[in-house]
């Protein structure tokens, strides 16, 4: 995944190689918030939502691919990943930390 993008319409493709259930979310921050993405994982959830705008998202369990299609606008973008560690299967649910908290988060610009 590249650190920027040109605006317009993308297509995004998630294959998981893992072991893992994993999802793609992809949100954008909305123009004026300055707070970075780890700060904004810390707020609460109804507080986030009001500063970011969710623009796509998918999932795949383990050895599959998903795409995700999304019409970009200019601005700070980032992608994670909320499943739990440990989820399997949408039969198994983890109970680990959610694996953005692992590293599963990357950030990327919109010109």
Same mark, same amino acid.
């Given at each position: #995944?590249?650190?920027?993008? /040109? ?23 909305? /123009? ?5 993405? /780890? ?27 998903? %795409? ?8 700070? %973008?980032? #992608? ?10 949408? /039969? ?8 953005? #908290? ?10």
């Amino acid at each position: #995944m590249p650190s920027e993008l /040109d605006s317009g319409v993308a297509s995004f493709e998630f294959e998981n190689g893992g072991t893992e259930v994993h999802q793609m979310v992809l949100f954008r921050r909305n /123009d004026g918030v300055t707070e970075t993405v /780890d700060e904004l994982l810390a707020m609460p959830e109804e507080e986030v939502e009001t500063k970011t705008t969710m623009v796509a998202a998918t999932g795949a369990a383990p050895g599959e691919r998903e %795409y995700a299609i999304a019409d970009l606008t200019p601005g700070s %973008y980032a #992608m994670l990943c909320f499943v739990p560690e440990g989820t399997t299967s949408e /039969d198994a649910y983890g109970t680990g930390q959610p694996h953005f #908290m692992r590293g599963m988060v990357f950030e990327f610009t919109v010109a």
